[in-house]
């Protein structure tokens, strides 16, 4: 993901000079085609995330495009008062970017550990949240981000995610894409989990049951009337992410079943809960907190 995202940023500043980057001394081997093609819109602001935010919230005050990027909370969590009272509360358009979302760098324990960050900028005002599946879905939401005015929160995946799209698809801001079609279940993901719930329904139709998978690559705003289909059609509803569950996916689209009073609908939150898993290699997180394949396939 993070591969096609700064392709797609380097088409898109070729085009528009407005276009900046910001790094907190991070993405090496990654920005670099960035910095040399466009040197005089890439600042390494260093280990100063705080400052970093700052920064950008004044470069966008000025009328530029601000990308910043760095890995799991640095971008978020360490300068969330610069994000809330700088880039928020003034509506600047700024693109907070972070790289490794989830347990991407789970080896290096909780403190690289990306899991309350989807709660945390869903809860600030005015800012989008977007969390694409796979690299296509990276290259469109980019795109979108770059045209779009005002604060927005671009979570992705580290390195290796597998292309699902057959080609870049049509994404509207706050409403999911149907990948897999099915009748009893839903599988709701987001993020880089999209892959893990197409094999679980793939698991599942195995055993004969019929099972939807949806992406959910924009978790704020969420439109309202793009999930009353899915809420009326399924008998049980499945939100999956590599995040904490309350407050992130799992956590709008309870707001969403309760608000519409939904008769037909059951939805099972999976993700992280009020626990902390310890350093261990992504795959072995997920297994831990049962979003793996498998113990996806055993709701079903």
């Not at 992406?215 to 899915?230: A, D, G, N, V």
Request: charged share 20%; hydrophobic share 40%; net charge neutral.
């Amino acid at each position: 993901m993070r591969t096609a995202f700064i392709e797609t940023l380097c088409e898109l500043a070729e085009r528009d000079g407005r276009i900046w980057l910001l790094t907190g001394d991070l993405g090496y081997s990654v920005l670099e085609p960035f910095a040399e093609r466009f040197p005089n819109r890439y600042i390494n602001m260093g280990i100063a995330e705080q400052n970093m935010a700052g920064v950008a919230a004044g470069l966008a005050l000025t009328g530029k495009t601000v990308f910043v990027y760095s890995i799991a909370n640095f971008p978020t969590l360490r300068c969330l008062e610069q994000i809330r009272n700088d880039i928020c509360y003034h509506q600047a358009n700024v693109k907070i970017v972070a790289v490794g979302g989830g347990y991407s760098y789970g080896s290096q324990g909780y403190t690289h550990h990306g899991v309350e960050d989807i709660a945390i900028m869903r809860a600030l005002p005015y800012i989008s949240v977007v969390a694409p599946g796979d690299p296509l879905e990276t290259r469109a939401v980019t795109k979108i981000l770059s045209q779009n005015e005002g604060p927005a929160y671009l979570r992705l995946g580290k390195a290796g995610e597998p292309i699902i799209h057959q080609q870049e698809p049509v994404i509207q801001p706050g409403v999911p894409l149907l990948i897999h079609k099915g009748k009893d279940v839903a599988l709701c993901s987001t993020g880089a989990m999209l892959k893990t719930c197409l094999d679980a329904a793939r698991l599942a139709e195995d055993k004969g049951k019929s099972v939807a998978v949806y992406s959910f690559p924009w978790i704020k705003p969420l439109i309202t009337e793009s999930i009353l289909p899915i809420i009326r059609s399924y008998r049980l509803i499945i939100s999956v992410e590599e995040a904490n569950a309350s407050g992130g996916l799992g956590g709008v689209l309870a707001e969403i079943i309760s608000e519409t009073l939904s008769p037909r609908a059951i939805l099972k939150r999976l993700g992280c809960g009020n626990s902390i898993t310890p350093a261990n290699s992504q795959d072995s997180s997920r297994a831990i907190i049962g979003i793996d394949s498998l113990s996806i396939q055993r709701l079903l």
